[in-house]
């Protein structure tokens, strides 16, 4: 949830407060980090990067804790977030629309929500209003690079 003393702030100023920054994203040959079609803006599944690392591996339920997932879940969130600020400009622009998480886990792990929740939490916590979206979180086998966890986005300019 938004902090009541935080409502007023701007984006980058809540941001900030939570001693986080966002990330310059690596370019690839073979896609873009965004792509806007009308007032959509599609952000390509980012995975938990930081610093141009890949923050985890293995499958969630087995290799990797519940609470784990949730911090990866976040740092990919921040990923998409930098791709959404790419495209419109500034963070205070950026609305979230829709959220998919996909979540590498075992067949019988069943928490993929949990672990959403940690990247739904950052975006409101960061965008206020702006951050609440439409969302679906997905039980996987694999993901690119054995990730537990990949985030992609569809946003709007406001």
Do not use: W
């Not at 990330?23 to 952000?43: F, K, W």
């Not at 969130?77 to 075992?106: C, E, H, P, W, Y």
């Not at 993929?112 to 929740?117: H, K």
């Amino acid at each position: 949830m938004v902090d009541k003393r935080q409502s007023f702030a701007s984006a980058p100023d809540r941001l900030e407060a939570l001693g986080l920054n966002l990330p310059v994203l690596a370019s690839s040959p073979h896609y873009v980090n965004h792509r806007t079609l009308g007032s959509s803006i599609y952000i390509s599944g980012q995975l938990p990067y930081k610093d141009g690392e890949l923050l985890g591996q293995g499958t969630v339920g087995r290799e990797v804790e519940l609470e784990t997932a949730r911090e990866l879940a976040r740092h990919a969130a921040l990923n998409a977030l930098a791709a959404a600020v790419q495209a419109v400009g500034k963070l205070d622009r950026v609305r979230i629309v829709q959220m998919l998480v996909f979540v590498a886990s075992t067949p019988d792990f069943g928490l993929q929500s949990r672990v959403a929740d940690a990247a739904s939490e950052l975006l409101i916590e960061v965008l206020g209003e702006n951050g609440r979206h439409a969302r679906t979180a997905i039980g996987v086998a694999g993901l690119p690079l054995n990730s537990p966890v990949e985030i992609q986005m569809v946003c709007t300019a406001v």
